[in-house]
């Protein structure tokens, strides 16, 4: 692969960390959506209407930052955008986002509620979706990993350390893989990379 830049269309300091572990620091450039709106995923229970919408969301991200960049004249390189959700099955089969806690005192409780009602001995997805725009054209791809934490019991016996070390504020799920949160984990199916932000493997593929 050989590419002058790659502009990363993105506030997360993860995700730059995770796209200079294949691409030189220097060809990747910043460039974060101006309109930090995005739409939601309520009322959406439907696993493929889920993916829609988070293929909707970064395209959005990545028209935005076409707009920017192209105010300058001709784009060049590429333009990467990325959105990552976690999502859980309810026991009537349909599908939930759970987003970032709230941001108020009340995010503990939200993290305890999540943690040992949806995460406990059970298995979650994390998809990213992922949108790359190179000579005008856009690709868009979805990369989903399947993460199951350990046992109720285990999960309850260190969760309120957990919640005390507050790495669930500001995480999607309500923890970091990456982080102290990578204890309650038991299994990973898929790509590591994706759960951390950033689905390395299909980034090589989309760039290739």
Request: proline share 4%; net charge negative; with cysteine.
């Amino acid at each position: 692969m050989t590419f002058e830049k790659i502009i990363l269309g993105s506030r997360s300091p993860r995700r730059k960390e995770l796209l200079s572990q294949i691409i030189p620091e220097a060809s990747i450039e910043i460039i974060p959506p101006l309109n930090s709106e995005e739409a939601g995923f309520d009322r959406l229970c439907d696993l493929d209407a889920i993916q829609q919408r988070l293929i909707s969301i970064c395209t959005t991200k990545n028209n935005d930052v076409f707009q920017q960049v192209n105010q300058g004249g001709t784009v060049t390189g590429l333009i990467l955008t990325a959105d990552t959700i976690v999502v859980i099955q309810r026991q009537d089969s349909s599908y939930l986002v759970l987003g970032q806690p709230p941001a108020g005192p009340e995010w503990k409780q939200t993290v305890r509620d999540w943690f040992l009602e949806d995460f406990a001995g059970k298995t979650h997805r994390v998809i990213t979706g992922l949108c790359v725009r190179e000579a005008g054209q856009l690709r868009t791809e979805i990369s989903q990993t399947f993460v199951t934490f350990h046992d109720r019991d285990y999960v309850h016996r260190h969760l309120e350390w957990y919640l005390s070390l507050e790495e669930s504020v500001g995480k999607a799920g309500g923890y970091a893989v990456q982080g102290a949160g990578s204890i309650f984990v038991s299994r990973i199916e898929g790509s590591l990379s994706n759960v951390v932000g950033l689905p390395l493997e299909n980034i090589l593929r989309l760039l290739n």
